[in-house]
């Protein structure tokens, strides 16, 4: 065995993992990874239809499965044009009645289970008062919720309806909320006025209310757990609708399910419409294929509702397992300290097989000393996956070493624009060290040099040469479609470029090394500046500032350089008002890690703030284009920025 390998499969995976049978039934070696990845993007027509029989999706399949168009050949491309199929129904319509379908689990351990033939009434209960609420297919639901039961039911009721499902998560503030949710126009609006987080109750019935205020087009407010809402004329969720035959509304494979939303580096963020065919078929395809969830299994991922990730886990319903919901913070603080144990707790308690984290969760594990293996029984648990930024090696090692080395272990990477990954774990290769497995079916991911050349152990642009069906529908919006092609074909026509630094190796798998743009991803979760920069325009003592991300012990943490106002001192209490109002006004999230007070700062000659050139400095490398900064002496200054030092 190699030094790098952490950890193969058994003989037993090459017969008995749904991706070793997917192989067989079509004719290919379970051990002959590359052609079986070849045909997936050599003949996506015959690929994307097998692993539509295979997976059993609900749904009229239709005579066709891929149609080209060589004047477009990514853009233009269709998947399944005549099939006819509904998101939800494929979600909640597999297993028995009476197995466990969903797990809510809180801060405090408490928890709720309800059956498949529970969330099944439930959901016909709310898609029913959607309907009387005047939902129709296209109709956009937006939810302002905690990972809770209440809030993946409103999800399910809104799509079961032909609805489009938005969200945000509780923590947001309302600026942010109004910017993302704001723009598509939901006409009612699922929302928690309070909830639990780091063992406090944190009210946000007044943001609730100011966000109806904002968005006209709000005409029905549903509340869910504790709290209400002043001055607003408001439905509880466990009223609304009535007990009611649960039905689904079957629409074409391109038909709207989700709007995401991208961070927002350079204004209001880009609404990305998600079609409910591609949504089921990349999630079908990454949990039974590349993830081996099985019927039965139990699926995890720590995460908010704003983020990519609950979408993908809650997709594992579809594969006949229970999904777990935790809602509140996995590190607890206490009298004697940090307490990592929230969710091995739960995966002991609740045999969890699947558990999705970020690599700064690992590495504050790591920095206490925590080792899960000792203190849990995790003899349920067969994959533990990464995602939201680079997984470091020496990571790796950790893993296998306190968690359990008879696992898998998948560092993944792709993003909210596709709703799943380019690169991705499978049970039928060794995990390297350091590396993500393999470039997942049906993407034909390929790094980019400078001359534009595909390049293997070097680093270059992420991109994806043929189509695939979760390719976004289209940005929401006017000119949606032509800021859609701008942003993802505007480099490189019809080859999706992806914006991700990365490297593929000669075994088979990669390495992501991070974002080519300045976007930001503290604790692996991708956020915007312009939401910081909007609350550092409100100080008069601060002339100027800039935002870029710095690496720090696997993670990526926010740094905020202010140049003071002339005459004006900033202070330890300007400091401390500004993270709060950061943290108050866009998320805990976008709060910086590091203040550092700055004599200028730099920008192009066209009048833009250069942050990439500042992150490179301060990461001791070399801007290459100082031709094309107005200012370029003052980064000498950015290469003393000292973390120590730091306010």
Not at 445 to 470: K, M, N, Q, W, Y
Request: proline share 6%.
């Amino acid at each position: 065995m190699s030094t790098d390998v952490l950890w193969s499969p058994p003989n037993s995976a090459f017969s008995e993992t749904a991706m070793a049978r997917f192989a067989v039934v079509n004719g290919f070696d379970p051990h002959d990874y590359n052609t079986l990845h070849r045909w997936s993007i050599g003949d996506p027509g015959a690929f994307w239809s097998a692993l539509w029989d295979a997976t059993g999706v609900l749904g009229n399949k239709g005579d066709r499965a891929f149609v080209p168009d060589e004047s477009a050949w990514m853009t233009g491309a269709r998947f399944f044009p005549d099939a006819s199929l509904n998101l939800a129904e494929n979600l909640l319509m597999r297993g028995s009645e009476d197995e466990p379908a969903v797990f809510e689990v809180q801060e405090s351990g408490a928890e709720t289970m309800v059956t498949r033939a529970k969330l099944r009434a439930c959901v016909a209960r709310v898609a029913a008062g959607l309907r009387s609420a005047g939902i129709e297919p296209g109709d956009r639901v937006a939810g302002v919720m905690p990972n809770t039961i209440d809030g993946l039911v409103a999800a399910m009721a809104t799509i079961a309806v032909g609805g489009v499902w938005t969200s945000c998560s509780p923590d947001f503030g309302k600026a942010a909320i109004v910017d993302r949710i704001g723009q598509v126009g939901p006409k009612v609006l699922f929302a928690a006025p309070s909830y639990q987080y780091g063992g406090k109750a944190h009210d946000i019935s007044d943001r609730i209310a100011e966000v109806v205020g904002e968005i006209p087009s709000i005409t029905t407010v549903v509340l869910s757990g504790d709290g209400e809402v002043a001055g607003l004329e408001t439905t509880r969720q466990e009223e609304f609708g009535e007990d009611a035959p649960l039905s689904f509304v079957r629409l074409p494979f391109d038909h709207p399910a989700y709007i995401l939303y991208t961070s927002g580096t350079t204004g209001i963020p880009k609404a990305i419409v998600h079609r409910a065919g591609g949504v089921l078929m990349q999630h079908l395809k990454e949990h039974v294929l590349h993830g081996d969830v099985r019927s039965g299994d139990r699926v995890i991922w720590y995460t908010n509702t704003a983020w990519m990730m609950y979408h993908w886990m809650i997709s594992a319903l579809g594969a006949g397992a229970a999904v777990v919901l935790y809602d509140g913070a996995p590190i607890l603080k206490t009298r004697t300290g940090l307490d990592p144990s929230p969710l091995w707790m739960l995966t002991e308690r609740l045999k969890v097989t699947h558990l999705g984290v970020s690599p700064k969760y690992l590495a504050t594990l790591a920095a206490e000393g925590y080792h899960p293996g000792e203190r849990h029984n995790l003899s349920a648990l067969r994959s533990l996956l990464a995602c939201g930024a680079p997984t470091l090696p020496h990571q790796f090692d950790w893993v296998f070493r306190a968690v359990k080395k008879d696992m898998s272990f998948a560092s993944i990477s792709g993003g909210t624009e596709i709703l799943g990954s380019f690169l991705i774990g499978s049970p039928l290769h060794p995990v390297r060290r350091g590396q993500l497995t393999v470039p997942a079916l049906g993407h034909a991911v390929a790094v980019l040099d400078e001359r534009g050349v595909h390049c293997i152990g070097r680093r270059g642009e992420l991109v994806c040469t043929e189509p695939f069906p979760s390719m976004p529908l289209t940005f929401w919006g006017e000119g949606g479609d032509a800021r859609y092609r701008a942003t993802y074909f505007g480099d490189r026509s019809e080859i999706w470029t992806h914006g991700d630094v990365a490297e593929l190796t000669c075994t088979g798998g990669g390495y992501v090394h991070g974002r080519s743009d300045n976007t930001l991803k503290p604790g692996g979760v991708r956020i915007g500046i312009s939401e910081i920069y909007a609350v550092c325009e409100t100080y008069p003592e601060i002339d100027d500032f800039l935002v870029f991300g710095a690496s720090h012990e696997g993670d990526e943490e926010v740094v905020l350089c202010l140049k003071p106002s002339g005459g004006t001192t900033i202070d330890g209490d300007v400091i401390t008002r500004i993270r709060r109002q950061i943290r108050s006004e866009a998320s805990p999230r976008h709060v910086p890690a590091r203040i550092h007070l700055v004599a200028d700062i730099p920008y192009t000659i066209n009048g833009k703030r250069v942050e990439g050139a500042a992150r490179t400095t301060v990461a001791g490398g070399v801007v290459k284009n100082l031709g094309s900064i107005a200012n370029p002496a003052c980064l000498e200054e950015y290469k003393t920025l000292r973390r120590e030092d730091a306010l």
